[in-house]
């Protein structure tokens, strides 16, 4: 793992717990796009998530798709993300220590990508793409809810981010707008099936295709 990517996993550690405890911010906004994702999960589906966090979202889709690999570089978030696991009996869920840079088997290839607040905490997010495209088979599909900074509504966090990193209250956070994030993943060959923004200041929500 490069500096970054420790310093950010040693962030996360320290919040895994209490990030497990708290409720979803937005109910009604979260159940859409978990119904958004299940429309275009198939029993015959690899699911890889990056960034799976507690592993909550992975459990959502698991009855829908054959496996779900489950990943995220911190080590705590895993080791719930495990333990959740464990307690639903979830046996085609793998969960494991990794980002993209550094997945298990680096030639699996899957059918749905899921990166749900992610995206704007890597340090280099359209080469993230491109490594995303590479890694979903023909047809497959990305699924990615990301705070875009850059738009007007959340402009005022490129000012306090910066404090709070210094802090160790924030992790550190990519500044780009949604129009910048759509042609990012064009750029990268994907076509945008699906976007959905909730509200000004709420992460935007994109299913994007690899061409068959
Ligand atoms: C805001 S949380 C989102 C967790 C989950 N996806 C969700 O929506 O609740 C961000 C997660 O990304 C992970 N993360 C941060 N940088 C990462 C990276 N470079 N690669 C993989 N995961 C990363 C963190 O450890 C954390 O669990």
């Known amino acids: ?47 890889l998530e990056l960034g799976c966090g507690s592993g909550t979202t992975a459990l959502h889709h698991a009855p829908h798709v054959a496996s779900v690999l489950a990943t995220d570089i911190s080590p705590q978030m895993i080791a719930i993300a495990r333990r959740k696991v464990a307690a639903q009996g979830a046996t085609n869920v793998r969960c494991e220590v990794a980002s993209l840079e550094t997945l298990p088997d680096p030639d699996a290839r899957f059918d749905v990508v899921l990166a749900l607040n992610l995206l704007h905490l890597l340090p280099d997010w359209s080469e993230a793409l491109r490594r995303i495209h590479a890694l979903l088979r023909p047809g497959g599909a990305f699924v990615s809810s990301t705070m875009c900074v850059g738009d007007s509504a959340l402009r005022y966090l490129r000012w306090i981010v910066p404090i709070g990193e210094t802090l160790g209250l924030l992790p550190s956070l990519r500044v780009f707008t949604a129009d910048e994030l759509l042609a990012a993943l064009r750029a990268a060959g994907f076509e945008i099936e ?19």
């Open 1 to 47: 793992m490069s500096r970054d990517t420790d310093r950010a996993a040693r962030f996360w550690d320290r919040l895994a717990e209490r990030y497990a405890l708290r409720p979803v911010p937005d109910e009604a906004t979260y159940q859409r796009k978990l119904a958004l994702t299940r429309e275009i999960l198939r029993p015959d589906m690899a699911l």
């Open 194 to 212: 699906h976007d959905w923004r909730p509200g000004p200041a709420k992460a935007v929500f994109l299913i994007a295709r690899k061409a068959r």
